[in-house]
């Protein structure tokens, strides 16, 4: 682990459309910045793992799975996801060029190779609201990690998504017993509240114990039918 006294290494600095985004080195770790604000590293992974297992525990056996990933990251959800042969199409929906590019060509293509070299894998250049309203295609689970949780955004229009609206436009390209699994760095009772809210059933959230502070979570939910 770095030393508090180290100082960070700027890899790559980029004006994308949503603000500035960095890619950094400190000591060992790759450390992704957006708008100043810290999204995450490559520390640990257990909640992005978690993120995806849950959701697939939580569907109902059905074969070849779709899953929809909801934001590249520092691509542990992807590539645990092309890690488990139960998954039968996997689509990451990342709306920063930036970091598709550090994975493709750059830092991070040392935890996502072999993920995107993956033929199950596709990789969508997007915002994840446009896309959810927008597209025709239906998946069996939607696995998202765009921010650091539904009650702390990385933009200020991401926060529709967390809401009724927002949630119904998911459950709208959920295929019927499909799962919503949504990763927060702090458990939210409201968002559990506006996924019953939303028409989700079975909502739960599932804990991840951390050194420090309160427990990563995700808040899973089923669609009925």
Same mark, same amino acid.
């Given at each position: 682990m770095?030393?508090? &006294? @180290?100082?960070?290494?700027?890899?790559d600095r980029?004006?994308g459309p949503h603000?500035?985004?960095?890619? #950094?080195r /400190?000591?060992?770790?790759?450390?992704?910045i957006?708008n100043?604000?810290?999204?995450?590293?490559?520390?640990d992974?257990?909640s992005?793992?978690?993120?995806?297992?849950?959701?697939?525990?939580a569907?109902?056996g059905r074969?070849d799975?779709?899953?929809?990933?909801?934001?590249?990251?520092?691509?542990f959800?992807l590539?645990?996801?092309?890690?488990n042969?139960?998954?039968? #199409?996997? !689509?990451?929906?990342?709306r920063e060029?930036?970091?598709i @590019?550090? /994975? #493709?060509?750059?830092?991070?293509?040392?935890?996502?190779?072999?993920?995107?070299a993956?033929?199950?894998?596709?990789?969508?250049e997007?915002d994840l609201?446009? &896309?959810?309203?927008?597209? =025709?295609?239906t998946?069996d689970?939607?696995c998202l990690?765009i921010?650091?949780g539904?009650?702390?955004?990385v !933009?200020?229009?991401?926060?529709?998504?967390y809401? !009724?609206a927002?949630?119904?436009?998911?459950?709208?390209?959920?295929?019927p017993?499909?799962v919503l699994?949504?990763?927060?760095a702090?458990p =939210?009772?409201?968002?559990?509240? =506006?996924l019953?809210?939303?028409g989700?059933?079975?909502?739960?959230?599932?804990?991840?114990?951390?050194a420090r502070?309160?427990p990563?979570v995700?808040?899973l939910?089923? #669609?009925p039918?």
């Amino acid at each position: 682990m770095p030393s508090i &006294y @180290d100082i960070p290494e700027v890899l790559d600095r980029r004006e994308g459309p949503h603000g500035e985004v960095v890619l #950094r080195r /400190h000591g060992a770790l790759l450390q992704i910045i957006a708008n100043g604000c810290f999204l995450m590293d490559t520390s640990d992974g257990r909640s992005e793992r978690l993120l995806v297992d849950a959701a697939l525990d939580a569907l109902d056996g059905r074969p070849d799975p779709h899953v929809l990933i909801g934001g590249l990251g520092v691509g542990f959800s992807l590539a645990h996801a092309c890690g488990n042969p139960r998954w039968g #199409r996997i !689509t990451v929906v990342e709306r920063e060029r930036a970091v598709i @590019d550090w /994975h #493709r060509a750059g830092p991070l293509s040392a935890v996502s190779g072999n993920a995107l070299a993956d033929p199950r894998t596709r990789i969508v250049e997007a915002d994840l609201i446009d &896309y959810v309203n927008e597209t =025709s295609a239906t998946f069996d689970a939607l696995c998202l990690d765009i921010d650091n949780g539904p009650d702390w955004t990385v !933009t200020e229009a991401n926060a529709g998504l967390y809401s !009724t609206a927002g949630l119904a436009g998911c459950a709208r390209v959920l295929r019927p017993g499909g799962v919503l699994a949504v990763w927060s760095a702090k458990p =939210s009772p409201e968002f559990e509240g =506006s996924l019953w809210n939303a028409g989700f059933r079975h909502v739960r959230t599932e804990e991840i114990p951390v050194a420090r502070g309160v427990p990563d979570v995700v808040h899973l939910g089923v #669609r009925p039918g």
